[in-house]
C-alpha cells in the first residue's frame, strides 16, 4: 500500500496540473468561462420547473430546488463518467511518449468535473433561500452523499476507461444508459409516484438515487435512510474496488489499441 501511496505522490502535481487543465479546456471557448457552470444550473432548472411544476400541478414552493439537487448530482455523475471514459484516449499522445501512472487520467477527470459541481452548489445554498429552505448546520451532512457520490464516480470511470480503450462503442452506449440512470433518479418528479406503481425496485436498485434521496433529505430536514446510504456505499466501494483492478489487469494492453 505504501509503494502505491509514494508513487501516487509522485506524481501529485501532474494531477493537479490535469485538473486545472481539465476546467480550463471545458471552458476555453465560452465568453462566460466558469460562470456558466452558475447559470447552467439555473437556466435549466427553470425550464424543468416549468414543464414539470406548472405543466404537472407540482406547485410546492421548493419544487425548484428539489429539481436542482438532483440535477446536480447527477449531472456531475454523468460528467465524470463520460469524462473518465474517453481519458485514456484523449491523452493517447502522451501515453505513447513518456511514462505516467495511466490511472491520473480518469482521475482527473473525476477531480475536476467535481471542482465545477463543487462551485455550482453555490446556485443551491442561493435557490435555498427563495424557496424558504435556509441552510443549517445539519447541512454539512451532505458531503456524507457527496463522498460516496465521488467514490461512485471513480469506480464507474474506471471501469468505462477501460472498457473504452477496447470497445469505442462504449461512449454511445453509456449516453443510453445515463438516460436509463437519469430517469431512474427521480430527479424531475415525486418518487412516490413510481413506488405505488409497482416499480419501486427501480428505485431501489439505483445507488445514485439513493444518494441524491438522502441529499435531498438532508437539505429539506427530512430523516435519512440508512439503509440506502449504506447500500450506496457499499455499491461505490465495490465498483471502485472492481474498476482499480480491472484498469490494472489491462493498462499494459493500452498501448496497442489506443
Given amino acids: 500500500m505504501k509503494k502505491y501511496f509514494d508513487n501516487f505522490w509522485k506524481y501529485h502535481y501532474l494531477l493537479y496540473e490535469l485538473v486545472k487543465k481539465g476546467i480550463k479546456l471545458k471552458y476555453r471557448r465560452s465568453y462566460l468561462g466558469i460562470i456558466w457552470s452558475l447559470l447552467e444550473p439555473i437556466l435549466t432548472t427553470t425550464v424543468l ?78 435557490l435555498g433561500f427563495y424557496c424558504g429552505v435556509f441552510p443549517t448546520l445539519r447541512w454539512f451532512a451532505i458531503f456524507l452523499p457527496l463522498l460516496i457520490l465521488l467514490v461512485l464516480s471513480f469506480g464507474v470511470g474506471m471501469i468505462l476507461a477501460t472498457v473504452g480503450v477496447f470497445f469505442r462503442d462504449m461512449e454511445y452506449l453509456w449516453e443510453v444508459a445515463l438516460m436509463l440512470i437519469m430517469y431512474s433518479c427521480a430527479i424531475f418528479y415525486y418518487p412516490h409516484r413510481l413506488l405505488k406503481s409497482g416499480y419501486s425496485w427501480v428505485l431501489t436498485i439505483n445507488p445514485l438515487y439513493a444518494i441524491i434521496e438522502n441529499a435531498r433529505a438532508i437539505l429539506f430536514g427530512d430523516p435519512i435512510n440508512w439503509m440506502s446510504m449504506l447500500y450506496a456505499a457499499v455499491f461505490s466501494l465495490v465498483c471502485l474496488l472492481i474498476g482499480l483492478i480491472v484498469f490494472r489487469h489491462n493498462q499494459d494492453k493500452f498501448i496497442l489499441k489506443i
Fill in 49 to 126: 420547473t416549468i414543464i414539470f411544476g406548472t405543466l404537472f400541478g407540482n406547485d410546492s414552493k421548493t419544487f425548484p430546488m428539489y429539481i436542482l439537487t438532483g440535477r446536480l448530482l447527477y449531472s456531475y455523475f454523468s460528467s465524470s463518467t463520460k469524462g473518465a471514459l474517453k481519458s485514456i484516449r484523449q491523452h493517447s499522445g502522451m501515453i505513447k511518449k513518456v511514462y505516467v501512472p495511466k490511472y491520473l487520467y480518469p482521475l482527473s477527470s473525476i477531480l475536476y468535473n467535481y471542482v465545477i459541481f463543487f462551485i455550482s452548489l453555490i446556485v443551491l445554498v442561493l
